[in-house]
C-alpha cells in the first residue's frame, strides 16, 4: 500500500517538476513527542512537533544542541518511534510499522547520511555505495550502473576500491551520499553531514547535495549548526527545546 | 554480500580471532585425541578383562570362582565341552585346569598358581609368547614341561631344564605330588603375576593332580560382538539338565570391580568433555559479545540502513560459523594427525614411569596407550563442538538483531 503511494506520488513528483510542489506534503508530522530516560533524567527531546516537508525541498533544520535536531530527522526516518503523534510518509502512518517493517521501509524509501561512521570499514567505497542496493536484491550489473555514475559524479571514480580508512571526511560523505541516493529515495535526511568537514570541503559537499536536489528532485532534509549550510538551504525550520520556533517556509525551490 | 562482510569482520581483528581459532581448534584436537586414546584404553580394559576372567564367559564346577576350592571341578568334562562348542556365537573354548599348589627345588618351595592349558587355544586369548623371557611355552614333546613366572624362577633357584616339584591336593582331598621340568620362564612385568604364575599342558596338570577327564574351568570367547550375558544364558540352556554342580559366568560378573572400574572411567570421560565444552562456550560468548558491544555503532548503521534484525544476527552467527568451520577444520587435521601417530607408534605407559598399574587384580603395565578411532563416535562429537560453538554465539547475536538503530547511532557520541 505504501509502495502504492509512493509511486503514485513519484509520478506526480515528476509531473510537477519545475512547478511548484504538490499541495500533498511528502512528510507529515502531528504532535509528535519523545522523550528520552538518560541516567536519571528524562530528557523531552520532542514536544509536540507539527511540520510538513514537501516533495522536492531542500530543508534545513537548525537549533541549538539538544532542539531535537537528530531526533526528529530519527522519527522521520523510521529510525526511532516517537511516544506520541503521528508521521506520515506518503501518506502511510510510520509510527506503526513493526521494527522489520520499519527496516523495510528506511531501504525503500529513505537515504541516510550521518555525521560520522557513516561507512561501513570492511567495505570499499563501491561495496559501501551498493550496499543498499544489494539489500534490495539488484544484480551486479544494476548495481554497477547504478552507483558508477554517481561514484563518478561526486569525484569518486577513481577511488571505488579504497576502504574507508583510505579516503578523507569529505571523500566518506560524499559515499554516504551516493549510497544514499543509489535506491532513488524520495527523501534524503542528513544529520549534520558537514559538521567534521573543514569549510572548503563543506561547501564543495554542499554544492553537490544541492545540484544532486536539482537534478533527482530528491527532498533534502538536513540538521545543522554550521551557518554557511543555513545560507545554503531553501527552507529553513528552527527547533528550541523540542518545539518548532521558526520556519522559513519557503516552500520546494 | 553478508558473507564477505563477515569474512572480512572476522579478520578485522586478527590477533582475537586467530586466539579463538586456535582455542577452539585445539580444545577439540585434544578430546579428539583423549577420545581415540579413551576409547583404545577402554578396549584394552576389556580385553585384559576378558583375559583375566579368562573369557567372555567361564565355566565352573559350582561355586568354584567364590571359593577357589580344588574340589570344585567339572565332572563330565568332554559333554559340557561339546555342549558348549555347539552353542551358537561361540567362537573358541579354552579347557583349563587350575591348581593351586607349592612348587620345590632343592633351594626353595614357593606356592604357585598353576593353569594346566591346551597351548595352541590357549595362545588365541592370552599373547604369551612375548612374555616369554627363556625357553619355551610348552613347545615340544616333553610331557611334563612347566613354565614359571621369573621372580618364582629367581626364588626358586631354577634353571631350564631343572626338576620342579609340585605338591598339591587332588579333588578328592588327598595330597599328591609330581616331577615337572622346567621348559621356560614368563616375566610378564607385573611383580604378583611373576611371583605365582606357572603353566603347563592339560594332560600333564591332569595327571598331576588325578582329574583326567575331569576339568577346572572352560574359558569361552565370543564370535564378535555377541554379548557375554546373552551367551552365558545360552550356554546354561544349552548344558540342560548337564548344568547341575556347574557354574556359568559373564566376564562382567566374573570381574564385576572391573566393570564398575570402566563405567567410572567413561563418566571422568564425559564428565572431561563436559568440562571443556563449557569452557569453549562461554570464552567464545564472551569474545563474541565483546565483538557485538565494540561495534554497536556499526551495527546500528547496518540497521538505519534497512538491514533487519534477523539479518544482523545472521551477520554475527555467520562470522561464528566461518570461525567454527576453519578451526574444526585445523583441529580435526592436528587431532587425526596426533590419533594416528598414537595408533602407530604408540605411547608406552612404562615411559611415565608406571610400572604397577593395577586394577582389581589386573595388570595393566605392559599397555602402551595407543588409539582406536570411532567414526560414528567422532562425527558426533565433531557435531556437538560445532553446535556448542555455534551456539555461543546465539545470544551476542540476539543482542546484535536487538539493537535499536537510532540508540546504537548514538552509542558513541
Redesign the interface.
Known amino acids: 500500500m505504501m509502495d502504492e503511494a509512493m509511486e503514485s506520488k513519484s509520478r506526480t513528483g515528476q509531473e510537477s517538476v519545475g512547478t511548484s510542489v504538490a499541495d500533498r506534503p511528502l512528510v507529515r508530522v502531528r504532535g509528535v513527542t519523545r522523550t528520552y530516560r538518560q541516567g536519571v533524567l528524562d530528557v523531552h527531546a520532542l514536544r509536540g512537533i507539527d511540520l510538513d516537508i514537501y516533495d522536492g525541498e531542500f530543508m534545513a533544520l537548525v537549533g541549538p544542541s539538544g532542539s531535537g535536531k537528530t531526533t526528529l530527522l530519527n522519527v522521520i526516518g523510521a529510525l526511532d518511534e516517537p511516544d506520541s503523534g503521528t508521521v506520515q510518509v506518503a501518506g502511510e502512518d510510520i509510527t506503526k510499522l513493526t521494527k522489520g517493517d520499519a527496516a523495510d521501509f528506511r531501504l525503500d524509501h529513505v537515504g541516510f547520511v550521518f555525521q560520522a561512521y557513516n561507512l561501513v570499514p570492511v567495505l570499499t567505497a563501491f561495496e559501501n555505495a551498493e550496499f543498499t542496493l544489494l539489500l534490495r536484491g539488484k544484480n551486479v550489473e544494476e548495481r554497477r550502473q547504478a552507483v558508477m555514475p554517481l561514484l563518478e559524479r561526486v569525484g569518486l571514480g577513481e577511488m571505488v576500491d579504497r576502504k574507508p580508512h583510505e579516503l578523507s571526511g569529505g571523500q566518506q560523505q560524499r559515499v554516504a551520499i551516493v549510497r544514499a541516493l543509489a535506491t532513488k529515495p524520495r527523501l534524503l535526511l542528513a544529520d549534520e553531514p558537514t559538521a567534521n568537514l573543514d569549510s572548503a570541503t563543506s561547501d564543495d559537499l554542499m554544492d553537490l547535495m544541492q545540484q544532486l536536489n536539482d537534478e533527482l528532485q530528491t527532498t533534502f532534509v538536513f540538521s545543522t549548526h554550521d551557518p554557511v549550510v543555513i545560507d545554503r538551504a531553501r527552507r529553513v525550520v528552527r527547533l528550541l527545546d523540542g518545539r518548532v520556533d521558526d520556519d522559513d517556509g519557503a516552500r520546494g525551490r | ?1 553478508l558473507w ?2 563477515a569474512w ?2 572476522l579478520w ?1 581483528n586478527r590477533g582475537r580471532t586467530l586466539i579463538m581459532m586456535s582455542a577452539v581448534a585445539l580444545t577439540y584436537a585434544l578430546m579428539l585425541v583423549s577420545m581415540g586414546v579413551g576409547d583404545d584404553s577402554h578396549d584394552r580394559m576389556l580385553d585384559e578383562a576378558i583375559r583375566a576372567a579368562g573369557g567372555d564367559v567361564i565355566v565352573h564346577g559350582d561355586g568354584y570362582w567364590a571359593s577357589r576350592a580344588s574340589d570344585l571341578v567339572i565332572e563330565n568334562a568332554e559333554t559340557v565341552l561339546a555342549t558348549i562348542r555347539s552353542t551358537p556365537n561361540v567362537q573358541a573354548t579354552f579347557p583349563r585346569i587350575i591348581v593351586n599348589g607349592l612348587v620345590a627345588t632343592s633351594a626353595s618351595a614357593r606356592p604357585v598358581l598353576l593353569f594346566g592349558v591346551d597351548r595352541d587355544a590357549e595362545l588365541q586369548l592370552n599373547d604369551i609368547l612375548p612374555d616369554v623371557s627363556r625357553g619355551t611355552f610348552l613347545e615340544g614333546g616333553r610331557d611334563d614341561p612347566i613354565v614359571l613366572g621369573s621372580r618364582l624362577v629367581e626364588k626358586l633357584e631354577a634353571e631350564i631344564g631343572d626338576r620342579v616339584v609340585l605338591t598339591a591336593s587332588r579333588p578328592d582331598g588327598e595330597l599328591t605330588r609330581a616331577l615337572f621340568h622346567l621348559s621356560g620362564v614368563l616375566h610378564t612385568g607385573a611383580r604378583e603375576l611373576d611371583e605365582v604364575l606357572g603353566y603347563t599342558t592339560l594332560d600333564a596338570a591332569g595327571g598331576a593332580v588325578g582329574m583326567e577327564g575331569r576339568l577346572t574351568q572352560i574359558g569361552v570367547l565370543s564370535a564378535g560382538n555377541a554379548d557375554g550375558q546373552a551367551i552365558a544364558q545360552d550356554i546354561q540352556a544349552a548344558l540342560g539338565s548337564a548344568s547341575a554342580g556347574i557354574e556359568v559366568l559373564s566376564w562382567e560378573d566374573a570381574v564385576p570391580e572391573m566393570v564398575g572400574y570402566i563405567e567410572l572411567d567413561n563418566a571422568f570421560g564425559y564428565i572431561y568433555l563436559g568440562v571443556i565444552f563449557l569452557v569453549v562456550l562461554f570464552s567464545i560468548t564472551n569474545t563474541f559479545l565483546m565483538a557485538v558491544m565494540e561495534r554497536v ?2 551495527l546500528g ?10 539479518r544482523i544476527g545472521r551477520l554475527l552467527l555467520s562470522e561464528t560459523l566461518l570461525m567454527t568451520a576453519m578451526a574444526l577444520g585445523i583441529g580435526f587435521a592436528i587431532g587425526l594427525g596426533a590419533n594416528l601417530a598414537i595408533a602407530r607408534w604408540g605411547i608406552p605407559v612404562s615411559a611415565w614411569g608406571l610400572e604397577d598399574i593395577e586394577v582389581s587384580g589386573i595388570d595393566m603395565s605392559d599397555m602402551v596407550i595407543r588409539s582406536s578411532i570411532r567414526p560414528l563416535k567422532w562425527t558426533i562429537a565433531s557435531a556437538l563442538v560445532a553446535v556448542t560453538t555455534i551456539a555461543s554465539a546465539v545470544y551476542p547475536a540476539y543482542r546484535a538483531s536487538r539493537l ?3 540508540e546504537a ?2 552509542f ?1 557520541e
Not at chain 2, 548503521?301 to 534477523?310: D, M, N, V
Open positions: 554480500m564477505r562482510i572480512r569482520n578485522r555503532r556499526e548503521l547496518l540497521s538505519a540502513l534497512g538491514l533487519r534484525g534477523a535499536a538503530p537510532a547511532m548514538r558513541y
